[in-house]
């Protein structure tokens, strides 16, 4: 079965530092997703693609947080400089499609800033 | 706007009992709603969706999950929980009338199964 591959699965940083999260999707999935989850809280979305064109970042604090998928396939998302409040995991997800289709996701990065 | 609400933080039940995970939503139009679960360190599963058609959707694990417009509830069954159902459970909804909205999701229910 496949599934969304996502690296590294933990990572500790010291605040002011840079951080980047690696995430393969789905074999043929046009539409990957990155979400942050605080703990204690559901998934939130900061950016959407499809193929390799944004389609929604309203969520995602530009100043320091930046995503690209340059090929359509594989996607990086990027903190400069991290700050405490960005210690969350970090889930990519992906589908075949907008609209109705699931959502499959992997299994997180962890992030923990000092 | 659309919203999810889980209205319990933890849910117990004893291994062989029923179970049930509430979900309440609101949406401006039609929505799509979601399950999903996920186990310690490890990303969400998908466990079953409702689009439209039959009121009772059935999906992994033996999960099943009832859409009631009426009350706009979605509520997560299982006839006889196991101990390995133990784990965080996630309700999403998308309003289908309202473009490419983003899967919005509740704040989970830790289902807990105790032997």
């Known amino acids: 079965e496949a599934e969304v591959a996502q690296s590294p699965r933990y990572k500790i940083t010291e605040k002011s530092q840079a951080v980047a999260f690696w995430c393969d999707p789905i074999?043929?999935?046009?539409?990957l997703y990155w979400y942050r989850q605080i703990l204690g809280q559901g998934p939130e979305l900061l950016v959407q693609f499809q193929d390799e064109s944004v389609v929604d970042d309203s969520q995602l604090p530009k100043d320091r947080f930046s995503a690209e998928r340059l090929k359509g396939v594989d996607s990086t998302l990027k903190i400069q400089p991290a700050e405490l409040g960005d210690s969350a995991m970090y889930l990519c997800?992906?589908?075949?499609?907008?609209?109705?289709?699931?959502?499959?996701f992997g299994p997180g990065t962890r992030l923990l800033v000092l | 706007a659309q919203s999810v609400a889980q209205p319990e933080d933890q849910v117990n039940v004893a291994e062989g009992n029923p179970l049930t995970v509430k979900c309440t939503y609101s949406?401006?139009?039609?929505?799509?709603l979601f399950w999903y679960v996920q186990y310690p360190n490890r990303g969400l599963q998908f466990l079953l969706k409702?689009?439209?058609?039959?009121?009772l959707v059935k999906g992994s694990y033996g999960f099943e999950a009832e859409f009631n417009k009426s009350q706009t509830s979605f509520h997560l069954k299982k006839p006889s929980a196991l101990v390995s159902d133990s784990a965080l459970y996630f309700c999403a909804v998308r309003d289908r009338n309202s473009g490419n909205t983003p899967l919005v999701f509740g704040k989970g229910t830790r289902l807990s199964v105790i032997a």
């Open positions: 949406v401006s139009g039609n929505p799509y």
């Open positions: 997800a992906s589908s075949r499609g907008q609209g109705l289709e699931t959502q499959y």
């Open positions: 409702y689009i439209t058609g039959d009121n």
């Open positions: 074999s043929g999935h046009a539409t």
